[in-house]
């Protein structure tokens, strides 16, 4: 626990739109239990979110989901978004985008595409997102987002069954004329967790996928930026998830709930607050649960007397919890915790047996429960 | 590589503001918050989308009286490296 007021201001907000979304990937980031549209907010309440972000300090929101274009107020709220002076990313699936939807997003000033990638292969990249025909109606938006000139981003989730094509993803995001490529291992948390057995990849796949994205940067210098995320599971050391619990960034969800991260509600002794019932600056600051892992006076050893305590800040608190049962524990995928062997386990047990081909994978995908 | 006659640009998408609740400027852009200094920021309130690298090299000689040889080695190696992260584009150069 820490004291709020000394906190720098946010700078991103993850806008949770809606949780519907017509993919169903096995690794959807969004809770088990999906927000349904009855509870989601109203454009006035989230045009008001959006004008106390800006005045907290907030500088770029990203407008995501579920489809966050499955709202029928998304253009209304991405202009009042520009209104109010923050940077507008919309992160879709896209599906039901191209056309129309997307030149109105654009006139209301729309700065940033980011299309999810299931593959570079429609085959394997329609079983992954569980909707015959996806991959090719995204190959139709991302030709509209580039010939518009608005930047594109392919996020690229890497797992088992598509670890072996990261040089291939790539020159994929150059061949359409992507600006940048998030190569993104699958984090297991909710519903990638439910299917960590069919989406780990092999430790050899993750070394030829490293190598792959050190290759891709020198080879494709100068013409996309390419962001990676690690696998946890094969990590020596936690990454500093979100930047650091409460210093970086927020998430609100459809229903107006405010997180620190996608996963925060897995921790059941923490209640989140509501945008419907307090101001995002008064959540921000003195919230108990934005306090509870700021700072390092809550981590144990042996993260409270590591050099690194305030480089990775003890690494994720949602994987601490659902592997050690403690929130306040070391992340598991450093190797200094206690159970990082046992990870390391469970990261070989889902290896065991690898399927012949990609399509073989049999997967539970997202769904409302 | 960048020269005198290169017309920088910042492409949709990446725009300058001024940051209200940290002071200063910043070059927003796909998942990026730059926060420039304050001789970025005056390389890059010239980016017009007209004018070239020298232009840009010698108005800033001109308005803080500086050494244009070092101004212009300073300003190419930071337009270079923003052209690089795909951050400015970069036309009439060959």
């Known amino acids: 626990m820490t004291d709020g007021a000394a906190i720098d201001p946010p700078l991103g907000l993850l806008a949770e739109l809606t949780h519907r979304c017509p993919l169903s990937c096995p690794y959807c980031s969004n809770p088990e239990n999906l927000d349904r549209r009855s509870s989601e907010l109203d454009t006035l309440t989230w045009k008001r979110v959006f004008a106390e972000a800006a005045a907290l300090g ?15 107020d998304i253009v209304e709220i991405t202009a009042h978004c520009r209104d109010v002076g923050l940077y507008t990313n919309l992160i879709t699936s896209g599906i039901n985008v191209a056309g129309a939807k997307l030149n109105a997003l654009a006139d209301a000033g729309l700065d940033h595409v980011q299309i999810s ?18 991959h090719a109606r995204k190959l139709e938006l991302a030709a509209q987002v580039t010939g518009l000139g608005l930047p594109l981003t392919v996020n690229a989730v890497i797992h088992r069954g598509n670890a072996d094509r990261v040089r291939e993803m790539v020159q994929f995001a150059v061949d359409l004329g992507a600006r940048r490529i998030e190569i993104a291992h699958v984090q297991y948390y909710g ?56 210093r970086r960034s927020l998430n609100v969800t459809p229903a107006g709930k405010v997180l620190p991260c996608h996963a925060a509600e897995t921790i059941p002794h923490l209640t989140f ?26 981590m144990a050893e042996p993260c409270q ?9 003890g690494g994720c608190r949602c994987q601490a919890l659902a592997m050690t049962g403690d929130a306040a524990a070391t992340d598991p995928a450093c190797q200094l915790s206690p159970f990082h062997a046992r990870m390391i386990e469970l990261a070989e047990t889902a290896v065991a047996e690898v399927e012949a081909s990609p399509l073989d994978t049999r997967y539970d995908y997202r769904r409302f429960l | 590589m960048i020269g005198d006659d290169t017309i920088p640009a910042l492409p949709r998408g990446v725009r300058l503001r001024e940051d209200q609740a940290r002071g200063g400027f910043t070059l927003m852009a796909p998942e990026r918050v730059l926060k420039l200094d304050p001789i ?12 070239t690298v020298a232009m840009v090299v010698d108005d800033l000689a001109r308005t803080f009286a500086a050494d244009r040889a070092q101004i212009d080695r300073d300003v190419k190696s930071m337009l270079q490296g923003l052209a690089d992260k795909r951050l400015l584009d970069l036309t009439g150069n060959d």
């Open chain 1, 58 to 72: 907030v500088m770029q929101v990203h407008l995501s989901g579920g489809e966050p274009t499955a709202r029928p």
């Open chain 1, 117 to 134: 990638f299931q593959g570079d292969i429609s085959d394997q990249a329609d079983h992954v997102s569980g909707m015959q025909g996806s």
């Open chain 1, 191 to 246: 519903w990638a967790l439910r299917n960590r057995d069919a989406l780990m990849p092999t430790a050899e796949q993750v070394r030829t996928s490293a190598a792959a994205v050190d290759q891709s940067r020198t080879d494709f210098a100068g013409q996309i930026v390419i962001d990676a995320v690690v696998p946890d599971y094969y990590a020596r050391r936690p990454k500093p998830c979100v930047g650091g619990w409460g």
């Open chain 1, 273 to 298: 607050p509501n945008v419907r019932d307090q101001s995002l600056s008064d959540i921000w600051h003195d919230s108990d649960a934005f306090n509870a892992y700021r700072g390092t006076d809550w």
């Open chain 1, 305 to 313: 007397s590591c050099d690194r305590r305030d480089v990775d800040f």
């Open chain 2, 40 to 51: 970025a920021n005056e390389v890059l309130k010239r980016v017009d989308g007209t004018v």
